[in-house]
Every structure is written in C-alpha cells, then in structure tokens.
C-alpha cells in the first residue's frame, strides 16, 4: 500500500519544528538525489512505518508470498550469515514480538549482530530490501529497528539514504508517559472522521509535552531537564552508535582507520562539557563522580514507559549499589548478577595498564600505549571493550555492568523478559544524571591518562607567521521556542485503518527546546605567507559556579568544540567571517517522517528536488544547542580561537563522500592531521604561555543572554 495520505498532511505537516530565528539562507554542498536513490529512499522509509505493527504495504506483502530466505543463499556474499539466523530460528534461539530489545543484553545483541549481518552481506539492494521485508514480518520490533538501521548507515549501496528521526520512530522512548497516554486518549476516542483543518492548520491533535519534573521533582538537578531529555541530543547519541557500534569489529567491516577510539573520547568529551557548561547557566557546579560503595545521592525517575505497558525502572534518593548488588545473591540467572563485581575487577585491570603504559593481548603480548599516534585510539578502544581492543575479555565491558548498576535494573527472569533502566538504551541514557556521574570515571582514566603526556611547547602551539589580531562577535542570546514532533507511530491502529490508502488521524507533541538567535564572528588574522590553515573555536567556562576564576591547567577539559575548518591564508590582513550556521559540528532539526516520505514522492513525481548534504545523515549535535542558555542578565563564558598550520589527514577519501558526508570506512570526520581535541588533549603546564604567548591563538571574554523574547532589546549588562 502506498503512502498516498503523506500528500493529505503535507500542507499542515510543517510538524517538525518552528523555524529557528532568522534562519540562515546558507547551504553546505549537496547532491541532487537521482531516481535510483529516490526509489531506495521511499523503499527504506516503507518499512519504519508504524514499526510496531503488521505492514500492510502490497509490495511488501508480494515479497512476503514469494521470497524464502532457505532458498535464497546464493544471494548472500557470506552464506554463513543465512545459515546463523537459519538456525536460531530452528532452535526458537529469537526474541519475540512485543518484548522490550535492549542491546547490552548479549543473548539480544548476538540476535542483532546475527540479523545485521544477514543485512549487510545482501549482494545487492534489492535482496538487502527483501530480507528487511520478510526480518519485519517475524523479528522482534525493537531488535530489527536497530539491526535494519545500522544497516542502511553501513551497506555502500545506501549511502546517501536519509534515516527518519528515531524520536518519531520509537517515541515511547523519548516522550513522557503522560504525553503517549494523551496520545492514546486521543485515538480511542476519535470518530474515524478527518479532523477539519482551517486556513492551514494542523488537521488534527496538538499535546503539549512536559519534562520529567513536571510530576516528581525529587531533586534541584531536575531543573536541568529540558537539556537531558532533549530529543535532539538525545538521538545524536543513538546515531553515533549506529555509525560506530561498541560490538563492531574495525577489521571485519572495515571501519579501522576511522580513529574510531578517538572519536569514542571525542563525543563524550563534548557531552561531558558541554553538559557542564549548562550546569553553570542553572547555578549549578562540578558534576560529582559517582562512588559505588557510597549511596548515590542523585535520584531518577524516568517517566518513561515502553510499548509494552512496562515502566522504565526507578532509582530512589541515596541508592545504595552495594547492597542493591548483595541482594542479587550472586545471581548465576545473568550476568548482571554479578555486576558490582565485574565493574570492580574491570575497572582495576584498566586503572593497572594505564599506569603501567602497556596491556597484554590475547596471546599475552604487551600493547603500547605511549609509543605512537596510534596509542590513544587504542586505549579508548581498550576503555570501550569493543572488538578493536587489546583483550576485550580481560579488560572487559566495565561501562556495561555499571549501566545496569546505578540503573537500577531488575535482574530478568528470562533472557526475553528484561526491564532496562534508562542508562541502558543508547536513547535514553543520557535523560538520567547519574549518566555523566558514571562517565566521569571514563573522563578521568584520559586525565590519569594524560598526565604521562608532555605539555605542548610554545614551539609546538606557535603558528610562525600569523596571528590573531582580535575578535568581532555578535551579542549571544538563546531562547525557548515551541517544537513539534509527530505522534502518529505512538499510538495503534486497526486492521482497517492500516489497509487504508490514506490517513486521516493525526497527533504531535509540542515541547518548548532552546535555541538561540543567529550569530557570526569575525577572525582578524595577519599572515606574512600565503598559507593553508587549520582554525578551531571553542567555548568553556572562565569561573566556576561560585565566581571563582578557573586556571587554564584545570579547565581545558571543560571546552566545548563550536567549529573546525581549513582556510586559505593570504599575505597580509585577512578578515576570516563565518556564521553559527557554517559549523560542521552541528545540524538543524531532522526532517519529520512524513515530511520527508512526501519529499521524496514529489521528487519522484518530478514535482521538486530531494538533496542529499549530510546534515540530516550523519551524528551532529543539535544546532539550537549549540551555545548553553546563558542567564537574563548575561552569564560570562569565554571562546577560544586558534589558527595553526594545516596537516592533511592521510586516512581522509573524499573522493568516496558522494554525498559530502563522511560515511564510515573512509576516514572519519577528521578535518587535518591533528589530535581531535587539539590543543587541550595534553596537560597544560605553563597557564601564562598559554594565555598571553602564542600569537595564533586567542581568549575571548563575553556574556549569554537569554531572553523570553528574543527579539528584545535590553542594554549590555
């Protein structure tokens, strides 16, 4: 069945969001999607509709009466991967439908690898297209959404292919309960009719969505929820995931000279900042790092519910792990039984290699971890456990047995009836505090780490030639502002209205997301050379919560990447102007569902252009969470601007960016050759050269403000 109702909603659909303040006109490079692609894009967005339920789509179900994967093994380059799922659906060795999928699980996630690689070594689309058709039918939901997603980011033939927004997808996961129960009030009691719309309007429910605090507000911290449940920060961890899974082998599917290591500190790192700076904006301070043999004072109620009708499990105020673990009675049901345990031991073995500057592999051969630029991706791998490490069995999944701990799981009662915390869904781990409690213990094993670094010498900072003259920037002010997101995938629908050409009943949720008014700055830079430059901004705090000036040597892990770009140096004055829009880093809103299924009909109708430019494509961090919120009368942050010489990285294959985004296996998003976090990635022993010495970098002091209306004027505090 065709999605023919997508054209019904187009004129009232502009359902993802408001547009941001005087939206930039600016557009990155694009590719025009031709009809082959179109005809794979209308095909993948097919099968995430209404995912929870039976497809009743007639090209589908011709596929479903006349494909057998038994007798389709020739269709396949890795024959293995057929007779796997072959046998685990011999054997009943598969989740059922309707129970809750969670990826750090093993029996799941083997189930997940297994149907993934039945995915990926499809010989061509449409076989990948019709064993996705008949995994539908007969997969567990959860599990084939994340197998058929990683998927279509992984396989070369759908590069180019544009995923739906996973919070329209799944949005149990993202919305309160509340908000879905509405959701489903709404759809008992409609009469079947279309809902009448005027002068353009929504034709249909509108339901505005709350934060978490708006029913239990147990502790201060809540105040922060609008950033932690943010759907759009919230989904770039998810993606990233999908890009680069932790149970990926780098070899095997040929994402090894990604740097996948140093991306893995990369974005945790920037989350871990980034949240901070935020915290600063609320009154709030340092995050505290979580002791496991000390009550965890933050408390966390999700106010999540799963499709099934199972909450999200709760942790109480001053959750004492230990003894949460004890009364597991060293469980052999699961693993997790034994998870304070293996946190424990884990944890100690890495603290030893770092300290030691060396593990052991699988044959008991040492690993450095000092010796070459290669080392850090090794050790981040290593603190990952993913199958690029060392010894992933002896330097285990630490992070994965402390998921389940302060989540607060309950220990399953069968590998197909679990309850997963928060913590443990890549989608929701970052809606709980206690997240980035945990993660500081990953953020101090590269401080512990760093500290056997050498600090860069001026030399090694220096641009010769070029410096910095001074800063232009506009006045910085964010708001709230109004954002929609479809609801239709939340609730179900009979079997009558999913044979239905067209859909009549429609429900969004509104939620109120920060954003901020456009700006642009401007570098003056002198040069006394034509020269190729690499230029990096930064934000970061310059006090702390109390007012307290904060040293250079201890703040540089809390700077938070803007942007990173080449320029074109000329001899002499050179004004280097950009605009927040330019960044690479970040992204607007993703494109509704519905929205882009009725793009891409009308580019397949020749009725419009469906492009391709990578920023709904690859894992950006919201572009309305691009500065933190700021307070009415200006909160004080600084910038940092650094210009230095240009390194091309060799690992880089822009030829293969069809799409002009990095797709993974061709090097990773890595502008030149430098260290990702370039120039914070080492200890910074001399805060008076770093500050005040190097010409080609500079410190730039000024406020946020942020407004309930933007468009006031008030004078500079």
Same mark, same amino acid.
Do not use: C
């Given at each position: 069945m065709k999605l023919v109702f997508i054209f019904v909603c187009a004129a009232f659909c502009a359902s993802s969001g408001a547009?941001?303040?005087?939206?930039?006109?600016?557009?990155?490079?694009?590719?025009?999607?031709?009809?082959e692609l179109l005809d794979k894009q209308k095909k993948v967005l097919s099968l995430f509709k209404h995912i929870n339920q039976h497809t009743h789509d007639e090209e589908h179900e011709e596929v479903l009466n006349s494909f057998k994967l038994t007798e389709s093994r020739d269709l396949f380059t890795d024959t293995e991967a057929v007779d796997k799922i072959i046998e685990f659906y011999t054997n009943g060795y598969q989740m059922p439908k309707g129970e809750i999928f969670c990826l750090h699980y093993p029996e799941h996630r083997e189930q997940a690898i297994a149907l993934f690689d039945l995915f990926y070594y499809a010989k061509d689309f449409d076989t990948f297209y019709k064993t996705a058709i008949l995994s539908r039918k007969w997969v567990n939901e959860g599990l084939f959404l994340y197998s058929y997603s990683v998927a279509i980011i992984h396989r070369p033939d759908t590069y180019g292919i544009t995923l739906p927004p996973i919070y329209e997808?799944?949005?149990?996961? +993202?919305?309160?309960?509340?908000?879905?129960?509405?959701?489903?009030?709404?759809?008992?009691?409609?009469?079947?009719?279309?809902?009448?719309?005027?002068?353009?309007?929504?034709?249909?429910?509108?339901?505005?969505?709350?934060?978490?605090?708006?029913y239990l507000n147990l502790h201060p911290e809540q105040s922060l929820a609008y950033y932690l449940e943010d759907i759009g920060i919230n989904s770039f961890y998810y993606t990233y995931y999908l890009y680069y899974p932790f149970w990926m082998s780098g070899t095997k599917y040929g994402i090894s000279h990604d740097r996948r290591g140093d991306l893995y500190f990369f974005i945790h790192q920037q989350l871990f900042s980034r949240y901070y700076l935020e915290r600063l904006s609320n009154g709030f301070g340092q995050i505290s790092i979580l002791d496991f043999d000390s009550p965890v004072e933050t408390p966390y109620y999700p106010s999540l519910q799963y499709q099934n009708g199972l909450s999200f499990p709760e942790r109480p105020r001053f959750a004492k792990l230990a003894d949460y673990f004890y009364s597991y009675g060293q469980s052999d049901k699961s693993l997790f039984g034994h998870s304070y345990s293996y946190y424990k031991d884990y944890s100690r073995r890495i603290r030893n290699a770092i300290d030691r500057g060396y593990a052991h592999n699988k044959l008991g051969e040492r690993v450095e971890l000092y010796n070459n630029k290669f080392s850090y991706d090794q050790l981040s791998n290593l603190l990952q456990s993913n199958p690029d490490s060392p010894d992933g069995h002896f330097y285990g999944p630490w992070l994965g047995f402390a998921r389940h701990l302060v989540g607060y799981s309950y220990l399953p009662l069968s590998t197909d009836k679990v309850a997963p915390s928060a913590l443990e869904h890549l989608e929701t781990s970052l809606r709980d505090p206690a997240f980035y409690q945990l993660y500081k213990h990953l953020m101090l094993y590269y401080v512990r780490y760093q500290s056997r670094l050498t600090p860069y010498t001026k030399n090694e900072l220096i641009f010769p030639g070029v410096?910095?003259?001074?800063?232009?920037?506009?006045?910085?002010?964010?708001?709230?502002?109004?954002?929609?997101?479809?609801?239709?995938?939340?609730?179900?629908?009979?079997?009558?209205?999913?044979?239905?050409?067209?859909?009549?009943?429609?429900?969004?949720?509104?939620?109120?997301?920060?954003?901020?008014?456009?700006?642009?700055?401007?570098?003056?830079?002198?040069?006394?050379?034509?020269?190729?430059?690499?230029?990096?901004?930064?934000?970061?705090?310059?006090?702390?919560?109390?007012?307290?000036?904060?040293?250079?040597?201890?703040?540089?892990?809390?700077?938070?990447?803007?942007?990173?770009?080449?320029?074109?140096?000329?001899?002499?004055?050179?004004?280097?102007?950009?605009?927040?829009?330019?960044?690479?880093? +970040?992204?607007?809103?993703?494109?509704?569902?519905?929205?882009?299924?009725?793009?891409?009909?009308?580019?397949?109708?020749?009725?419009?252009?469906?492009?391709?430019?990578?920023?709904?494509?690859?894992?950006?961090?919201?572009?309305?969470?691009?500065?933190?919120?700021?307070?009415?009368?200006?909160?004080?942050?600084?910038?940092?601007?650094?210009?230095?010489?240009?390194?091309?990285?060799?690992?880089?294959?822009p030829s293969e960016w069809t799409y002009y985004y990095v797709r993974p296996g061709v090097g990773g998003p890595y502008v030149d050759d430098t260290p990702i976090y370039y120039p914070f990635d080492r200890p910074i022993k001399y805060g008076r050269m770093f500050y005040d010495e190097i010409p080609n970098a500079i410190f730039y002091e000024t406020k946020i403000y942020h407004k309930t209306d933007p468009n006031s004027v008030t004078s500079e505090d």
């Open positions: 547009t941001p303040l005087g939206e930039s006109t600016h557009h990155s490079n694009y590719k025009v999607a031709d009809k997808i799944y949005p149990h996961y +993202f919305f309160n309960f509340d908000t879905i129960q509405e959701a489903y009030r709404y759809k008992q009691t409609w009469d079947g009719k279309p809902i009448q719309s005027v002068s353009g309007k929504y034709p249909g429910y509108t339901i505005q969505a709350n934060y978490s605090g708006s410096s910095i003259e001074k800063i232009e920037l506009d006045r910085l002010i964010t708001y709230f502002d109004e954002f929609y997101s479809d609801l239709s995938q939340a609730v179900y629908y009979s079997e009558e209205e999913l044979k239905e050409k067209e859909n009549h009943f429609f429900v969004r949720a509104k939620q109120y997301r920060l954003n901020h008014k456009p700006f642009t700055y401007k570098i003056h830079v002198k040069s006394d050379k034509d020269t190729k430059a690499s230029v990096k901004i930064f934000i970061g705090p310059k006090y702390d919560e109390f007012g307290r000036y904060i040293n250079i040597s201890d703040n540089r892990y809390n700077f938070f990447e803007l942007d990173k770009f080449v320029y074109d140096l000329k001899a002499g004055d050179n004004i280097i102007k950009r605009s927040s829009f330019e960044s690479k880093i +970040f992204a607007p809103d993703k494109t509704s569902y519905y929205d882009l299924y009725k793009k891409v009909l009308g580019a397949l109708n020749d009725k419009e252009e469906f492009t391709v430019s990578g920023r709904e494509n690859h894992f950006y961090f919201p572009q309305r969470y691009m500065l933190p919120k700021g307070s009415s009368g200006g909160h004080p942050f600084q910038f940092y601007f650094i210009v230095y010489p240009y390194k091309p990285y060799a690992g880089n294959k």
